[in-house]
């Protein structure tokens, strides 16, 4: 089982890597510096975005569930298991 995971993993990591040709720029910049950060401003700002986004569509389902639960019964209708 471990095996097929780790061949799924790597296939779409080495699909993404392998579809976009190295640019000349790319090759000629320089290396980041050791002290750099790893996720940089505009990153941070996307994830965070991203998460906000996620919440905001995750908690109206949530609260909309709840209310559709909360809406009174009808009393002819048996409650079945």
């Given at each position: 089982?471990?095996?097929?995971?780790?061949?799924?993993?790597?296939?779409?990591?080495?699909?993404?890597?392998?579809?976009?040709?190295?640019?000349?720029?790319?090759?000629?910049?320089?290396?980041?510096?050791?002290?750099?950060?790893?996720?940089?401003?505009?990153?941070?700002?996307?994830?965070?975005?991203?998460?906000?986004?996620?919440?905001?569509?995750?908690?109206?389902?949530?609260f909309a569930?709840?209310?559709?639960?909360?809406?009174?019964?009808?009393?002819?209708?048996?409650?079945r298991l």
């Amino acid at each position: 089982q471990m095996l097929w995971v780790n061949l799924i993993m790597d296939t779409f990591a080495s699909l993404a890597l392998a579809t976009e040709p190295p640019s000349e720029a790319l090759l000629l910049r320089k290396p980041y510096g050791r002290n750099k950060p790893l996720i940089s401003r505009t990153m941070m700002k996307n994830i965070l975005g991203h998460a906000v986004y996620q919440l905001t569509i995750i908690f109206t389902l949530l609260f909309a569930a709840l209310q559709r639960d909360q809406r009174p019964q009808d009393p002819r209708r048996e409650e079945r298991l």
